[in-house]
């Protein structure tokens, strides 16, 4: 698992590109621009968990307590799920709210992977 907490290293994540650019498509949308956006995330506080091919609920258990925490809160509690429509493998976007700032976690994953967060969230996903 990857986690991110600048905008702009988003740009780094090993992804289909096509999920890319919807990715970085959706994240930009509330705030405007890609600027308003890396402002945002760099004042506000917002993290970004992307979920990898290779990752299992074993895998993620290793990970630190306050990532396990937000991962458990944004599979639990998401404002949204939307697919992320790719020709090979469809990926799914979560996002949950977790300040009263609007700071956010957001969780991005490849939907055929065999982890819980992706399990419970399959099923809110809308394309």
């Known amino acids: 698992m990857k986690n991110v907490n600048k905008f702009e290293d988003i740009q780094s994540l090993p992804m289909p590109d ?5 990715l970085l498509e959706h994240l930009i949308e509330p705030f405007g621009d890609e600027e308003s956006t890396k402002a945002f995330w760099d004042e506000v506080g917002t993290t970004l968990y992307l979920i990898e091919e290779s990752d299992t609920d074993e895998t993620l258990s290793e990970e630190s307590e306050e990532d ?14 939307l697919l992320l429509n790719d020709d090979e493998c469809p990926w799914l976007l979560a996002v949950a709210i977790v300040t009263m700032q609007g700071g956010g976690v ?10 819980l967060p992706v399990a419970k969230l399959v099923d809110q ?3």
């Open 18 to 22: 096509g999920v890319k650019a919807k």
């Open 106 to 115: 957001y969780c991005c994953a490849p939907m055929n992977s065999p982890t």
């Open 125 to 127: 996903a809308e394309s």
């Open 68 to 81: 396990q925490h937000f991962l458990r809160f944004v599979t639990n509690y998401p404002e949204w799920v």
